[in-house]
């Protein structure tokens, strides 16, 4: 009943219209004046403030600021011209570049929207001069392909995860490689063959001169990720130490090197970070006064409960969480989802003895997915609109390359070994 | 512009400007602390506390010009008239919601007027005044584009 009432007032408040950190906000303080009358109210500033006090996240912020400072100081123009040179010859040219460029600004970058926002306000008006077809197709794939943002690494929902789990946010930023390895893959496949059907241009041929120049030009910008996985692995920094490196390190070759950033530049790149940043830490402040309400309801035993009452097999419990993850990130922020759905599972997928950190790697993919969907598929929307299409359109042209997505969270959720053989080798577990 | 507009746009400039020197001051307190013990050899136990009160008062300033995410489909779809009912409501409830915020949190920098941070010795009360002014600050923006409409000059995410 306490449940109902939390969630109802939630979802119906966000269906109105009110900003999810109200909605959340606001069915807490519900909940609590309704059922626990008792406590008090001080709890709220307490659980909003506690939720982001914690030294892990202010990787967000940093990585946030390494991300803006690329797009600010030229990266992603090298970026796109180091893609252009190695694959813009194969079938689907632009397309396979935008696959590419997404690989790489990821490993910059931990968000799939400012992936998007860097990749495809380039490239989708590239296409449209190219001869793509006006449908939406562009803005399918970049849509698509920035699902990689936050899967390779750095990667700002596998920071909350880890610090949501306790797993080391080193081995979840180790775990994201191969899966986004094999998105990347997945997706260049499709776009090959709807290249094909299309009849879409390639780019011409790049002479291996002009491939070493590029690679050169764009080889700060592929060293980055390199730098932070290596560093935190090594043990050399903390992830949080590696986002104000990787951020640092952006600021310095965009001045010294790619000489594209100034002052007003970094002003932007600052302010936009910190915002970016804020949004994202108030949902998981009023998150948290959420999360605590519904361990408090003791809903995480009674789940592991009716498990254990189905008797079903791990395959088969993996399968339940994955739809219900699907159905919730259809609706739900990620990072919101992440707060509340974590608490809740983790201790049923412990008992099921599923390892903390392939576990981080199937919700967060998952909930990314949820990016790609309609209703609130936030993605979508966004790439419609620098395509100038209707959602409708994105929507259809973004099946075959999300059927990639949820192939690799299929592969991901039954093969461990996708997720915990770099993590393994490196700890030498 | 009117008067209220000018208030408006000052307001933002200030919050702008404090939210970015806070993240430029995490940035570099998180890189000296690394250099610190590499270059120097010298740990700084109380960066990591330092950097963790500068955060969360970046959050609660930027907070009140950040563009945060909510679902539109309702709103969009709806007639002009009960969209604006819709706004005004949320409106209010975020006012609500930041006063009870705001004033609890006084209630909790009384409670910790005893409580420091081990390493940096500074006291918890200055934790929690950031949830203080932080509301406050989001509760005048959150009036002002209720008034004033959206704000244009705000960056886009």
């Known amino acids: 009943m306490t449940l109902a009432v939390l969630l109802g007032t939630m979802l119906g408040l966000a269906a109105l219209g009110v900003p999810l950190v109200f909605a959340l906000l606001g069915a807490s303080l519900a909940t609590l004046l309704l059922f626990r009358p008792g406590v008090p109210l001080e709890v709220m500033p307490q659980f909003f403030v506690g939720g982001m006090d914690n030294f892990a996240l202010l990787a967000i912020a940093l990585f946030f600021l390494a991300g803006e400072l690329m797009g600010a100081s030229g990266v992603t123009e090298r970026i796109l011209g180091f893609a252009r040179a190695m694959v813009g010859r194969i079938r689907g040219g632009l397309a396979q570049v935008g696959i590419v460029s997404s690989f790489v600004m990821a490993g910059i970058s931990g968000s799939a929207v400012a992936d998007a926002a860097a990749v495809g306000s380039v490239l989708i008006r590239s296409m449209q001069r190219a001869g793509y077809p006006p449908g939406g197709f562009a803005a399918a794939l970049i849509e698509t392909a920035s699902i990689l943002g936050p899967i390779i690494p750095p990667s700002i929902p596998m920071i909350v995860y880890a610090v949501l789990a306790g797993a080391s946010v080193g081995s979840m930023f180790l775990a994201g490689i191969l899966p986004g390895v094999l998105i990347a893959l997945g997706l260049g496949l499709i776009a090959y063959w709807r290249a094909g059907q299309l009849a879409l241009p390639r780019e011409p041929r790049a002479t291996l001169p002009t491939r070493l120049r590029e690679t050169g030009r764009a080889s700060a910008a592929l060293l980055a990720p390199v730098i932070i996985v290596g560093g935190i692995r090594g043990g050399a920094f903390t992830a949080t130490e590696a986002g104000g490196i990787a951020a640092l390190y952006v600021l310095l ?24 940043t804020a949004s994202v830490l108030v949902i998981l402040g009023a998150s948290s006064i959420f999360a605590w309400i519904i361990a408090d309801q003791g809903v995480s035993r009674a789940f592991a409960a009716a498990i254990t009452r189905l008797d079903a097999s791990r395959p088969v419990v993996l399968l339940l969480l994955n739809l219900l993850f699907f159905a919730i990130g259809m609706f739900l922020d990620p990072i919101a989802a992440l707060i509340i759905l974590v608490p809740i599972f983790l201790p049923l997928v412990q008992g099921l003895g599923i390892d903390l950190v392939q576990f981080g790697v199937i919700t967060v993919l998952n909930l990314m997915i949820g990016l790609c969907t309609p209703p609130v598929g936030y993605l979508i929307y966004m790439t419609a609109s620098m395509a100038d299409v209707p959602p409708a359109t994105v929507i259809r042209e973004s099946l075959p390359f999300l059927a990639v997505l949820i192939a690799v969270l299929l592969l991901v959720t039954y093969v461990p070994a996708v997720t915990l053989v770099l ?4 700890t030498g577990r | 512009m009117t008067a209220l507009e000018a208030a408006r746009r000052l307001l933002g400039r200030l919050l702008d400007i404090a939210a970015a020197l806070l993240l430029l001051a995490v940035l570099a307190v998180t890189c000296a602390q690394v250099a ?59 006012a609500g919601l930041l006063g009870l915020l705001a004033w609890k949190g006084l209630g909790l920098i009384e409670l910790t007027a005893y409580d420091r941070y081990t390493a940096l010795g500074l006291s918890l009360q200055y934790l929690y005044a950031a949830i203080v002014v932080g509301a406050a600050l989001w509760i005048v923006t959150t009036l002002l584009d209720l008034v004033l409409g959206p704000d244009r000059g705000r960056p886009r995410p």
Do not use: C, K
Request: proline share 5%; charged share 20%.
């Open chain 1, 253 to 276: 070759i965009g001045v010294l090197v790619y000489r594209g950033l100034n002052i007003g530049g970094l002003w932007r790149a600052l302010v936009r970070a910190a915002e970016g």
């Open chain 1, 423 to 426: 993590p393994g080798i490196v």
């Open chain 2, 36 to 94: 610190a013990r590499y270059l120097l050899g010298v740990p700084m136990p109380w960066g990591e506390e330092l950097t963790r009160l500068l955060f969360v008062w970046l959050v609660l300033i930027a907070a009140s010009r950040a563009r945060h995410m909510r679902i539109d489909l309702v709103t969009d779809r709806t007639r002009p008239g009960v969209a604006r009912v819709l706004r005004w409501v949320a409106a209010a409830l975020a």
